[in-house]
Nanobody, 118 residues
Framework: QVQLVESGGGLVQAGGSLRLSCAAS????????MAWYRQAPGKQRELAAR???????NYADSVKGRFTISRDNAKNTVYLQMNSLKPEDTAVYYC????????????WGQGTQVTVSS
């Protein structure tokens, strides 16, 4: 069974930092594109950051320069380092895994809450 388990969410003051982790099991992790999505209350889920199997990353304009996505294939884990947090970053953050060759192979974590207070 495929499992993506997020951790590291919580309450933080504006301007602070937080690091999210997503541990994957049941997939050949190194082959997958990994991503962090987020969903604020009443809003659509949006892509925050993505990293390919080759290590190339891309970010939403709203987080670029503040967030950094990275992966450790030996640990089957993807991270999201979030700096200079703003209240508008408040959302549930979801870990996502996509197989770039077999596009029907896509998986989601349960989500972790990030709340940024002003």
């Amino acid at each position: 069974q495929v499992q993506l388990v997020e951790s590291g969410g919580g309450l933080v003051q504006a301007g602070g930092s937080l690091r999210l982790s997503c541990a994957a099991s049941g997939i050949i992790f190194s082959r997958y594109t990994m991503a962090w999505y987020r969903q604020a209350p009443g809003k659509q889920r949006e892509l925050a950051a993505r990293i390919t199997s080759g290590g190339s990353s891309n970010y939403a304009d709203s987080v670029k320069g503040r967030f950094t996505i990275s992966r450790d294939n030996a640990k089957n884990t993807v991270y999201l380092q979030m700096n200079s947090l703003k209240p508008e970053d408040t959302a549930v953050y979801y870990c996502n895994a996509d197989n770039p060759t077999f596009t029907y192979l896509t998986y989601w974590g349960q989500g972790t809450q990030v709340t940024v207070s002003s």
